[in-house]
Each structure stands twice: as C-alpha cells, then as structure tokens.
C-alpha cells in the first residue's frame, strides 16, 4: 500500500496530546472485548515526528487516523516493541464481530481490520516492530486474514497464507483491468445503499468456522445495519491454504487497524472490466481524517446458525487475479 514502510503512528486516550503530538510515546489505554477479555493498543512508529492519530476510549472505540496502522495486545510498554505483547486472539470456532463507521471514506480509502501471525513472529522486520504479513511489506511473512479492506463504495475480504500474496477474495469491489468481487452491488452497499449506508455505522461478523474435525472449513462476513431488514455475505472457503490458515487461528493470531490513502485503490474499488464497479477514479485528497472501529466482542460460533438474507449478486464478467502491487508500507 502506498505510505511509507514503517508508518508512524501516535495513540492518544481520548482528551489526550492533540493530534500530531508525540504525547511522550504514551501508550493509548486499554479496554475490554466480551469474550475474550483485556486488550491494549500497540502503536507503529514509536518517537516518528508527524505521526497519524489513533485514539482510543476506555469503552473500545478505536478511531484510526489517515495512515495510521496499530496492533491489539495484551499490554503496551511505550517505546518498546515485543512479539510477545501482541494479542494471541484464538478465532477458530469462533464469531469476531465489532461496528465500522467508514463515513467519509471514499474512492481511494481504505480502512482495514485484518489478522496476522505477529505474535508468533520473533524477527523485529524492517519496521521494527515484528509485524508481518503476506506481501512481506516490512521483509517478513506470515499468514493474513483480511476481514475487511473497505470504503463507503467497496469493501473486500480475504484469505491470504504467508506466501500468497494475492489470496481468495470476496466482497464487492475492483478492479484496474479485471474484475474484483461481486458477491452484492453498489444498490446494496454504498452511501443510500438498500442493505448498508455507508453514511452510518453498520455491524460485522466475521465467522471462522470448523468442519466436523474442528479445522477452519470457512470464513464467513456478514454485514448488516439497524433497522435494515438485508444481510449481505460472503463465504471464502475453497481455498487450497486453509490448513495453513486454520493452524493459525488456532495458534492465535493479531487483530490491526489501519487506514490509508492512494490514487490507485482502483484494484479495490475500481469499475473492473465489467463495468459493475464503484469508481471510475480514486481521490485520496477527498479521504476522511479518520475511520473508526469499536463494539468488539468474540463469541463462539453457534452450532446451527441463522442463514442470512442474501440479495442476488449482479452476473460476473471474466474473473481475474487481481494485480499485484509493489511492497509499501500496509499490507495486503
């Protein structure tokens, strides 16, 4: 993604250092997630002038300002980075569900949540700060989960091992000279859109769950918004890495926000070769100062879940890989 490799990032508490301050490296809090229980906010960049803003409220509201990137933890020591204090969050089996509130960020933002294999990564990367992910951003691998990369016309998920860069892919969305996803339109997801207005705050689940063996048989996202009678959905499990993927889940893997910017987000919210894509150009001076997560909670999957109302997906052109992008500073 294009920002630079190690993106700084300041976190403050809510009426803490304004934004931009260093506010002496302070770690942002703490709060807790029903279901899973205490949860610090890691920063990048740790002593960066000019870093974006995160801040954070003891009720669990995560705003993320423009390229900003932070880690959920068991603890937070400012200044210092160790593999050890990032969250081993145990998904597999389970619901990670939280509210995203993606006003104003359009054409060329995106706001991501995704998981990562940090906790296990003991080598401190190019970032200095053990992140890792699928396209080796910071030099190091590992196995990525992208619940969400979205904006307020487009929003993919995807499954990614340590080696694949490019992943299977739901959603809708893209591309640059191929098509992206098309599980729903841009009638039923966008600003005004029938089943979710992405002027207001809308629900995610993300479901991780097991075949009779208990490995990772799919991830399931379901989007849905108050007062909204349409889920939309999409299921990724034909996937040759779910072992790997499953095996990661169950060793705990790290939740991170991020939110960034570029005029050549078209491979997320593009037309695609169909032409049933979002935007016809990116405008990342139109982007939103911040993007904002909160409502977690992880809940175990129940045993005969309630299928959601799925609207009819718009007929696909030719599918295509999507391209690859050089190595920046956000993942994947």
């Given at each position: 993604r294009p920002v630079a490799p190690c993106v700084g990032v300041v976190l403050a508490t809510a009426g803490g250092a304004p934004q931009g301050a260093q506010a002496e490296d302070a770690c942002p809090g703490d709060f807790h997630v029903p279901g899973h229980g205490h949860v610090s906010i890691v920063p990048t960049g740790w002593g960066l002038p000019d870093a974006a803003l995160v801040e954070v409220t003891g009720s669990g509201r995560v705003t993320t300002g423009l390229d900003a990137r932070a880690y959920f933890a068991s603890t937070c020591t400012k200044g210092v980075y160790s593999n050890e204090q990032y969250l081993a969050m145990k998904l597999l089996g389970k619901e990670f569900r939280y509210t995203s509130d993606l006003s104003g960020a359009g054409c060329g933002c995106n706001a991501a949540l995704y998981l990562?294999?940090?906790?296990?990564?003991?080598?401190?990367?190019?970032?200095?700060?053990?992140?890792?992910?699928?396209?080796?951003?910071?030099?190091?691998?590992?196995?990525?989960?992208?619940?969400?990369?979205?904006?307020?016309?487009?929003?993919?998920?995807?499954?990614h091992t340590g080696t694949d860069r490019f992943g299977v892919m739901g959603g809708y969305g893209g591309g640059d000279g191929f098509n992206g996803a098309r599980d729903w339109g841009a009638a039923d997801y966008g600003p005004g859109g029938s089943c979710i207005d992405t002027f207001k705050p809308f629900d995610v689940v993300a479901r991780f769950q097991t075949a009779a063996e208990g490995t990772l048989d799919a991830m399931v996202v379901q989007l849905s918004q108050p007062g909204r009678s349409c889920t939309l959905s999409t299921t990724l499990g034909s996937y040759a890495g779910m072992s790997e993927l499953s095996a990661a889940l169950e060793a705990g893997m790290t939740p991170i926000v991020s939110y960034w910017s570029s005029n050549k987000m078209l491979w997320l919210d593009g037309r695609g070769s169909d032409q049933q894509g979002p935007c016809v150009a990116d405008n990342k001076a139109a982007c939103a100062a911040a993007v904002s997560f909160y409502n977690f909670s992880v809940v175990p999957v129940s045993a005969t879940p309630t299928p959601p109302v799925i609207v009819p997906a718009p007929s696909p052109g030719p599918s295509q890989l999507r391209p690859i992008r050089a190595p920046t500073g956000q993942p994947v």
């Open positions: 990562t294999s940090m906790r296990q990564n003991p080598r401190p990367s190019t970032c200095r700060d053990y992140y890792c992910d699928a396209n080796n951003i910071c030099g190091e691998s590992c196995a990525e989960i992208d619940i969400q990369e979205a904006n307020q016309r487009a929003w993919h998920s995807t499954l």
